[in-house]
T-cell receptor, first 114, second 113 residues
Framework: EADIYQTPRYLVIGTGKKITLECSQT?????MYWYQQDPGMELHLIHY???????EKGDLSSESTVSRIRTEHFPLTLESARPSHTSQYLC?????????????FGSGTRLTVV | AQSVAQPEDQVNVAEGNPLTVKCTYS??????LFWYVQYPNRGLQFLLK????DNLVKGSYGFEAEFNKSQTSFHLKKPSALVSDSALYFC???????????WGAGTKLIIKP
């Protein structure tokens, strides 16, 4: 998956810690998304953004927050991690114009909270 | 309301046999339809899409899908399965008036040697 980058790929962290998952894309896409996915399971939209300074909560309630200060950057923050946050987090982007119509995904961050 | 159904949690196919992964959808207007594949511990990779035109679309890795408007289906097919095709497959739909993709629950495809 080129052009959209997520860091770290894997993270093991203790309960109560604050964490930020990074997502950056170089395609100039105006729309960005965060999904939560348990291994081998369906995708759950937790946040999305249709442009700078625009963020919305998704279908699945999440204790995380996001920001979109720059077009290319869409970080996700957990103020106090809990074991229930253990999951894979996928970032994606899409464009309003052009012929792609679909999403481009990052490689994901697998988060384990102990 | 828009929705996507992948009726099979898992599909098992012997290597060399044809495979089909099913997808049906419900959306207002003419749909944009997609298939993505996910390998373990990875993000989703685009396989193919239907936007308009020929109902049979060809994609990556020898996969194809047929858009059937009357049956509101978009089944993924491959004439001869490979062990390396084993992965999780997601169908998604989008209405032209909506930017968000609606996802199916995914189908695990297992190809046995």
């Amino acid at each position: 998956e080129a052009d959209i980058y997520q860091t770290p790929r894997y993270l093991v962290i203790g309960t109560g810690k604050k964490i930020t998952l990074e997502c950056s894309q170089t395609m100039g896409h105006d729309k960005m998304y965060w999904y939560q996915q348990d291994p081998g399971m369906e995708l759950h939209l937790i946040h999305y953004s249709y442009g700078v300074n625009s963020t919305e909560k998704g279908d699945l309630s999440s204790e995380s927050t996001v920001s979109r200060i720059r077009t290319e950057h869409f970080p996700l923050t957990l103020e106090s991690a809990r074991p229930s946050h253990t999951s894979q987090y996928l970032c994606a982007s899409s464009e309003s114009f052009g012929l792609n119509y679909g999403y481009t995904f990052g490689s994901g961050t697998r988060l384990t909270v102990v | 309301a828009q929705s996507v159904a992948q009726p099979e949690d898992q599909v098992n196919v012997a290597e060399g046999n044809p495979l089909t992964v099913k997808c049906t959808y419900s959306v207002s207007g003419n749909p944009y339809l997609f298939w993505y594949v996910q390998y373990p511990n990875r993000g989703l990779q685009f396989l193919l899409k239907y936007i308009t035109g020929d109902n049979l679309v060809k994609g990556s890795y020898g996969f194809e899908a047929e858009f059937n408007k009357s049956q509101t289906s978009f089944h993924l097919k491959k004439p001869s399965a490979l062990v390396s095709d084993s992965a999780l497959y997601f169908c998604a739909v989008r209405a032209p008036s909506n930017y968000q993709l609606i996802w199916g629950a995914g189908t695990k495809l297992i190809i046995k040697p």
